[in-house]
């Protein structure tokens, strides 16, 4: 029902309309607006406290917004009716600190949610565990426990974890920053991989390499604000002054 | 001066003391399971988003850790005979030790559901997992393994402290020692054999709780290190 909402192929599958929101005093998002359409990749840039993975929270309501629309494969995040367990099976979100269940074997971890969320036969999510592993090239790791795996190897579990239940959209909260150069490396490929296969994802990142070679689009956020937007040649050649320091500092 | 020992008399009555030890684990038992699910629904219940959940919960937290065991044992007893309702002794020793650890319990699990890293629930939620769903496959088996020390250590004092449920004449091995001292005059002789027979106890206790944390944590047999 909430699936045949967002029909309609190139409409957007993730819209944010002017959307604010404040921690206390401290104004966060102020009036941020940019839309995701389907198999797009997006990457959101910007300083520490811009902003940006509070919007990219935003999407999958771990934060909620105090003014604005937000609309997420057919779900209004803003409404306050909002079936939220029905919105976090289309989205799947990964973020910088892995947080796979340290009780659990990755295949446990992987089998949890489509097994008890989406009822499936346990040895049917069993047999899909392992074809998401092996997208992610951990399908020997299968009985291990997170503990026992590098950070690189645990953040492509996490991402594996994701994908299990087939979500329509992906969110990257700052997934290698807890990550050495080497281990970095073979996560994006994994997204690279997720990126060619189609899959919409939206990604808040500091790896400004990776954001060039992936990113259909680019929101650099500053303030609280889109601040510019557009293809990756922004980063390039980017029109604000704010967007050109940023960038200058990063290299 | 010479201590006279004689434990001649006292030993020819070891199926009493027999009887009092395996009522003294039956207490204990039926404490720790019922103690440990008490524990869970009170420490769910204190931080709950409920108002009127977290302050029973409070309520009986602190009025159990602020009583002596014997008075609530008493009121439990005295309570129910007023009621009109006659219990065994047993049942009454039972149900008080039961409320009695179910408060400590409550505290020793809620601090280990608070030690689960904020991470941990955002990726179950993330995964939309149910609240309930949450506690069970994320939350609790962590939680517990957190605190299983504090816990287990926690109903071996259980145990010990039973032995005040002589006092509602509970047949449990106290119980049996004052019954044997005063009938035997030999109430050093008859003390000495029961603390040992705690310490066996004790042992049993920690033994059962060591078997059962290699079932219950499968991930530490395999790999050794502490959550």
Known sequence: ?251 | MRINLDFGAILERWPAFLSGAILTLELAVIATVFGTVIGVLGAIARRSDNPVATRVAALYVETIRNTPLLVQIFLVYFGLASLGVKFPAFTVAAAALTINVGAYTTEIIRAGFDAVPKGQLEAAEGLALSRWQIYWHVVMLPAIEKVYPALTSQFVLLMLASSVTSQISAEELTAVANYIQSDTYRAFETYILVAIAYVVLSLVMRAGFWALGLALFPRRRRLGTPL
Do not use: W
Not at chain 1, 164 to 184: G, N, Q
């Open chain 1, 1 to 251: 029902m909430q699936q045949n909402a967002a029909s309609g192929a190139g409409s957007a599958v993730v819209s944010l309309r002017e959307v604010h929101k404040s921690f206390g005093p401290l104004k966060v998002l102020d009036g941020v607006t940019f839309d995701v359409a389907r198999g797009e990749v997006l990457t959101i840039i910007g300083r520490s406290g811009s902003g940006k993975s509070t919007a990219l929270r935003c999407i999958d309501r771990f934060e909620t917004i105090d003014a604005g629309q937000i609309e997420v494969c057919g779900h209004k995040v803003h409404d306050p009716g909002l079936d939220l367990r029905a919105l976090r099976q289309d989205v799947g979100i990964v973020f910088q600190s892995y947080n796979l269940f340290p009780h659990l074997t990755i295949e446990e971890n992987i089998v949890l949610a489509p097994s008890s969320v989406k009822r499936i036969p346990k040895a049917q999510a069993r047999k899909e565990a392992r074809a998401v592993l092996a997208q992610v090239g951990l399908e020997d790791k299968l009985h291990h426990y997170p503990e026992q795996l590098s950070g690189g190897q645990q953040q492509r579990a996490a991402i594996a974890r994701s994908l299990a239940m087939r979500p329509k959209v992906m969110l990257f909260d700052e997934v290698t920053s807890a990550l050495d150069p080497e281990l970095t490396g073979e996560v994006l490929k994994v997204i690279e991989a997720l990126a060619q296969d189609g899959m919409t994802m939206v990604m808040v990142t500091h790896e400004m390499g990776f954001a060039r070679s992936i990113a259909d689009r680019v929101v650099f956020m500053h303030r609280g604000k889109v601040h510019e937007s557009g293809t990756a040649t922004i980063l390039t050649a980017p029109t604000t002054p704010e967007l050109a320091q940023f960038i200058g500092t990063g290299l």
